[in-house]
């Protein structure tokens, strides 16, 4: 499995208030809620998103409350992957039960820029910025981690399962 797409570059400690404000979170519509985010820190990100984008970022992605409304709204933006140095613990679950795709790699982080065209192989961990023709390794998912990220996410992982 990989994902392939441009750049959006955001700095450190993006809290889950940041990835989508507490106000909208009454909105039961996805695509409506998906169009709310990022943008107390850039008002642009839903108009300029394209399906299959990348988000890089700093350190601590995804801190604050453990709504898992954060990882949704990225995902139903079209953002095929969050690349981050690190990652609150919990938004990572909660990235990991929805099927959005998310790799921790400090090097990359930190070189690719925004606007970069990136792949990522999430079977060899395998982060390629296409602009600067550079690479970087990241640890690659186990096996059952992919499995879930490929299904959609937990609960339909667990679906398949059963």
């Known amino acids: 499995m990989q994902a392939k797409g441009k750049v959006i570059k955001y700095g450190d400690n993006i809290d889950t208030d940041i990835i989508i404000p507490a106000r909208y979170l009454n909105i039961m ?9 990022m943008e107390d820190l850039d008002a ?4 300029k998103v394209e399906s299959g984008d990348v988000i890089v970022a700093g350190s601590n992605f995804g801190c604050g409350s453990s709504r898992e409304h954060a990882p949704q709204v990225i995902k139903d933006s079209g953002i095929s992957c969050v690349i981050a140095e690190s990652f609150a613990r ?6 990991i039960n929805i099927g959005l795709p998310i790799v921790e790699c400090p090097e990359a982080a ?7 065209e990136v792949e990522i192989n999430f079977d ?8 600067l023709n550079k690479s970087f390794r990241a640890q690659p998912f186990p096996e059952f981690l ?5 299904a959609g996410g937990l609960i339909n992982y667990i679906n398949k399962e059963i």
């Open 44 to 47: 642009d990100f839903s108009k």
């Open 146 to 150: 992919q499995n879930m990220i490929n």
């Open 124 to 131: 060899t961990g395998e982060i390629k910025d296409i602009t």
């Open 29 to 37: 519509d996805r695509r409506e809620l998906a169009s709310h985010c």
């Open 110 to 116: 930190k070189a690719i820029a925004c606007g970069d």
């Open 90 to 95: 919990i938004f990572f679950r909660n990235a």
